[in-house]
């Protein structure tokens, strides 16, 4: 059985940095070779993307995460990562990770990230 657990939410102040982790387990095929990603649904809005990374590391990002929050992978770990810096209260939301997979692919439960002063 498939499985994606985050970690590494929790409360920011403004300007703060947060890293998110996505430990996987599960895959009938390798974690390498999957497309991986980070969504967010913030409070009262639907699930975005936040950041996506493919099986070569090539990366692509929500406008609002550019240049402040990195996605990178470990396959010798099957981990992502969602290093996140220079947060703003409108980062404020739970934190999904994605995978690669059937249908609409495989979803973490989520972690919450909330930042305040």
């Known amino acids: 059985q498939v499985q994606l657990v985050e970690s590494g939410g929790g409360l920011s102040q403004p300007g703060g940095s947060l890293r998110l982790s996505c430990a996987t387990s599960?895959?009938?095929?390798?974690?390498?070779?999957?497309?991986m990603g980070w969504y967010r649904q913030p409070p009262g809005k639907p699930r975005e993307l936040v950041a996506r990374?493919?099986?070569?590391?090539?990366?692509n990002y929500a406008e609002s995460a550019k240049g402040r929050f990195t996605i990178s992978r470990d396959n010798a770990k099957n981990t992502v990562y969602l290093q996140m810096n220079n947060l703003k209260p409108e980062d404020t939301a739970v934190y999904h990770c994605?995978?690669?997979?059937?249908?609409?692919?495989?979803w973490g439960q989520g972690t919450q990230v909330t930042v305040s002063s």
């Open positions: 599960g895959f009938t095929f390798t974690f390498s070779v999957r497309a």
């Open positions: 990374i493919s099986s070569d590391s090539s990366t």
């Open positions: 994605w995978s690669q997979g059937p249908g609409d692919g495989y």
